[in-house]
């Protein structure tokens, strides 16, 4: 076949081919192994790379998933990071003693009002870093419902505490009022319940009746991540 | 979309280990190159564990960018272009493109960057447009669709050299026209 062409021709051809991916494995092999030696062959197969690239100009970018980043960083890395926006600098500066694994509700613990699922789908600590607010929360499959326990701190004097989901990159999303109760158990939208999987959970200070803006308005109090039971 | 500086500067840091240009980096360019792999896969599920994979390759080899000589995003570009491929044809024939998978490595190091111009796209439409229609198809589809030599000549019922004749011809006729 390269008889046909002069060499430098048989020379672009196969670069060509190479980028395309169009060699068998073994000239695919012979191929690379004159890369190494050859730079005009490397500047050959670099201009096709950049030729064939423009080739993607017309593909519309397409937002992956937001949790893909985490799944990503979390392979490469080791643990999950980098939540958009306002949550970041919060969530990364979080102990690991934050991070409680398995929380357990003893339903002995809960005489009356509402019961702790007795086997979870998903547990969440959800603290300030000095401790001042801690919240337990453990979500019940069955019945849409987290119920959250309330450990440590309180809303201040005419103020609530609410409760927000965020989803990956997704603007953190309102889960309720806590009531003055330190236990309770939330209906969860069942169009948000899939979400709670790798999500984060945070709460914020707000007027009195929860934010009148849909977003949070008042300081971050606490955060913590959904872990999957 | 971040310019070629602020990418390039991005990998640079990420070979320095910094977690946030990786995030930055991801970012600016995943869209794009979820794009390009959804276009090749068709597949949502398979595109996403190939971007997955695509962003574990780059922050592991985010060194070799430096040398090789493309512009950053079609480093990027042509990394997942590639994996897509790969995977595509792992799909179809599962035995033979496994091989091939593992026998193509990143770009190697080049010539002096290249910017992307704003119409490489038109440009290299135009070009595509001096080819027998076949012809081009038999480009686009092997670049973007992973076709191989057998899959080309069986779509256009010829016989493999034939097929092979063809596209090598096609190629210099594009490269030709590219750098009148």
């Keep these: ?229 | 979309m971040a310019t070629r500086d602020e990418i390039e500067t991005l990998l640079a840091a990420c070979t320095l280990g910094d977690k946030r240009a990786f995030g930055a980096l991801y970012s600016a360019t995943s869209a794009k190159l979820f794009g390009i792999c959804l276009r090749v896969l068709d597949n949502r599920a398979e595109a996403e564990e190939v971007l997955h994979d695509v962003y574990v390759k780059i922050w592991h080899n985010a060194g070799r960018y430096q040398a090789n000589g493309l512009s950053p995003m079609t480093w990027l570009i042509t990394i997942a272009r590639n994996a897509a491929v790969d995977r595509l044809r792992k799909r179809r024939a599962p035995a033979v493109s496994m091989e091939q998978a593992e026998a193509r490595p990143d770009p190697g190091p080049g010539p002096e960057a290249q910017a992307v111009a704003a119409s490489e796209a038109e440009r290299l439409s135009a070009c595509f447009d001096e080819l027998d229609e076949g012809h081009a198809q038999a480009v686009r589809g092997a670049y973007l669709d992973g076709e191989t030599y057998a899959d080309l000549a069986a779509r256009f019922e010829v016989p493999l050299n034939t097929m092979r004749t063809w596209l090598r011809r096609s190629l210099l006729k594009l490269k030709e026209c590219l750098s009148r």
């Design chain 1, 1 to 229: 076949m390269s008889g046909e062409l002069p060499e430098r021709d048989a020379d672009k051809a196969l670069a060509g081919e190479y980028a395309l991916g169009l060699l068998s494995a073994e000239a695919a092999a012979d191929f690379e192994a004159r890369l190494v030696n050859e730079p005009d062959l490397r500047a050959l197969y670099a201009e096709w790379c950049e030729d064939l690239a423009a080739l993607t100009d017309r593909i519309d970018p397409v937002a992956p998933p937001p949790r893909l980043q985490g799944e990503v960083e979390a392979a490469l890395f080791g643990k999950p990071r980098g939540r958009a926006g306002w949550i970041g600098a919060l969530l990364g500066g979080l102990a690991v003693a934050a991070l409680v694994l398995g929380l357990i509700f003893g339903a002995d613990l809960l005489p009356r009002g509402p019961q702790a699922p007795a086997d979870p789908a998903y547990v969440a600590e959800v603290a300030a870093e000095d401790g001042s607010l801690v919240v337990a929360a453990a979500y019940d499959a069955e019945a849409g419902a987290l119920f959250v326990d309330r450990r440590a701190g309180a809303a201040r004097e005419g103020r609530a505490l609410e409760l927000w989901l965020i989803a990956g990159e997704n603007a953190p999303v309102s889960l309720g009022v806590l009531p003055g109760e330190a236990q309770a158990a939330l209906d969860i939208p069942a169009e948000l319940r899939a979400q709670l999987d790798g999500g984060v959970l945070a709460i914020s200070d707000e007027p009195s009746g929860g934010s009148p803006t849909g977003a949070p308005t008042g300081d971050v109090l606490a955060v913590g991540p959904i872990t999957n039971t």
